[in-house]
C-alpha cells in the first residue's frame, strides 16, 4: 500500500478546547467564578474598568509593560511573588498578544515544575503539566495561542530560546475576532502580514500536511 504522506506522520498535540466567541469576556467570567486564578494582560487594558468589573477581586492580576518582550528574570520574578501568597491558584489566563500570551504560559509551566525558567529553555525539558491555562488572543499572526512554545530573553546568555513542550500548550483558548478592531493601523497590518507569511511558509515547508494547507490557503484568501 503506496502513503499518501512523503514524510512519517508526526502527532502533533493541539489545544484541547477551542471557542469562538462574540463576547469573550463575558465567556471567561463564567469560567472563572468558581476558581482562583491569575491574569496576564496586555498593558492595553489597565484602563479598561469593565474588563475588570467581570473578574474577581480575589484573583491576582499582572499587568504587563507597553512594549513587552518575556525575559527570563522577569518571569522567575513574577513565579516568586505568586509563590509568596500561598494561595491554591488552578488557572492562569493570559489576554493580550504573543508577549502576553507567552508570559502566561511560562508562568503555567514554572508554578508545576521547580527551578528557574532558563532551566526548561530548550526541547522537551518540562517534567510536569502546568496549570490549567486559557489564552485570549487579541491580535492575529501570533500563533502563540495553538504553539508548543513559549519564547523567552535571556539576557544573561544573550540568548532568546523558548520552553517548547507539549505542557506549554493552552489547556483552552477563546477566539473573537471583534478584539482586533482597537488595534492600531500600523500594528493591523503587519500582524496580518504575519499571517500571510506563516501561511506562506506553511504551504512550501517540507513537513507540511494536510490539516495545516488547508487552514493556510484559507488565511492567504482572506488576506
Known sequence: MLSIFKT??????????????????????????KKNAII?????????????SKIKKNNLIFYLPKDFEPTTDYIDGIVKEIKKRKNNFELVVSIGGGSTLDTGKSISNLLNNKG?????????LLKNRGVYKIGIPTLFGTGSEVTRT???????????LGMNSDFT????????????????????????????IHSFESLTGKYKNTVANVYSHQTIDLC
Open 8 to 33: 512519517n506522520a508526526i502527532n502533533i498535540k493541539n489545544v484541547n478546547k477551542v471557542i469562538f466567541s462574540s463576547k469573550p469576556f463575558f465567556d471567561l467570567r463564567n469560567k472563572i467564578k
Open 40 to 52: 496576564i494582560l496586555d498593558n492595553f487594558f489597565k484602563k479598561k474598568n469593565k474588563l475588570i
Open 116 to 124: 528557574s525558567s532558563e532551566k526548561y529553555q530548550g526541547w522537551d
Open 150 to 160: 513559549c519564547v523567552l530573553m535571556n539576557k544573561k546568555k544573550k540568548l532568546k
Open 169 to 196: 500548550v493552552f489547556d483552552e483558548i477563546i477566539l473573537s475576532p471583534d478584539l482586533c478592531k482597537t488595534v492600531n493601523r500600523n500594528q493591523y497590518f503587519f500582524s496580518g502580514m504575519d499571517c500571510f
